[in-house]
């Protein structure tokens, strides 16, 4: 058994997850958490320590998460996002982007609360500046994140032994940010969007903060880019 801390990163198979996979690696043993089992295999492959913990997040049981009785980190960085007016938004996808963005995170962490009890844990959920405003098209996405956010509100103040981070990034050079910009019908410019190692450098900050240091938000944004 090590004696290493335990994190589990969702969305590890790539971009900010597997940002912070790396970065929480010299120092945690980790739980690669996504649906692409195979992508998890190879971001494990080059961590030492590290495992894929292949589920679909939206499904997840209590056999899921059987023998996980202590874990130190749980970070929530998987996520959907689909543009569109509210008039031409249709039902499926308001509740596709609540069930990906916050029931999703909110059924996980209530199935690892014992365990990060145990542990006297932090969980962390990467946010997105549309979680602090709401922009034309992002109607639906942005309802999800002000929901996260409250979800990480009310965890807070419900479990006063745990830290609880909510994390703003603006745009990140991602898989998903090309998505974005495709339905935007815009270019991609990564030189205007933060590196996902950015990101993952503020999750570091507020997992290896001091004891009696509480960070409960984190608002990061590019130099020379768009807030969200």
């Known amino acids: 058994m090590s004696a290493r801390p335990t994190a589990l990163v969702t ?20 739980l690669l958490g996504g649906r692409d089992a195979e992508a998890l295999a190879k971001v494990a492959a080059g961590l030492p320590g590290a495992r894929p913990w292949p589920v679909e997040l939206t499904a997840v049981t209590e056999a899921d998460v059987a023998g996980i009785d ?11 996002v689909t543009l ?16 990906i963005n916050v ?8 199935l690892l609360l014992p365990a990060l009890r145990a542990a006297h844990g932090q969980v962390v959920m990467i946010n997105s500046g549309a979680g602090q ?17 409250a979800l990480a509100d009310a965890l807070r103040l419900e479990e006063p032994d745990l830290r ?13 940010q090309r998505g974005v910009r495709a339905q935007e019908n815009g270019s ?7 590196a996902p190692e950015s990101v993952a450098r503020a ?21 020379g880019g768009p807030a969200s």
Do not use: C, Q
């Open 133 to 149: 405003r709401a922009n034309p098209g992002w109607g639906s996405y942005a309802a999800s994140k002000f929901a996260l956010r």
């Open 203 to 223: 999750v570091l900050a507020a997992v290896t903060a001091s004891p009696d240091a509480h960070i409960t938000e984190i608002t990061v944004r590019s130099m």
């Open 164 to 176: 609880v981070t909510t994390v703003y990034p603006g745009r990140v050079d991602t898989d998903m």
């Open 188 to 194: 991609y410019e990564p030189e205007k969007y933060l």
């Open 84 to 99: 569109g007016r509210i008039a031409e938004t249709p039902a499926e996808v308001w509740r596709r982007t609540m069930d």
């Open 11 to 30: 969305g590890a198979s790539r971009g900010v997850g597997a940002a912070v996979a790396h970065a929480l690696a010299p120092t945690h043993d980790l």
């Open 103 to 110: 029931i999703a995170v909110a059924e996980l962490t209530r």
């Open 70 to 80: 202590r874990l130190d980190v749980l970070v929530h960085s998987a996520g959907t």
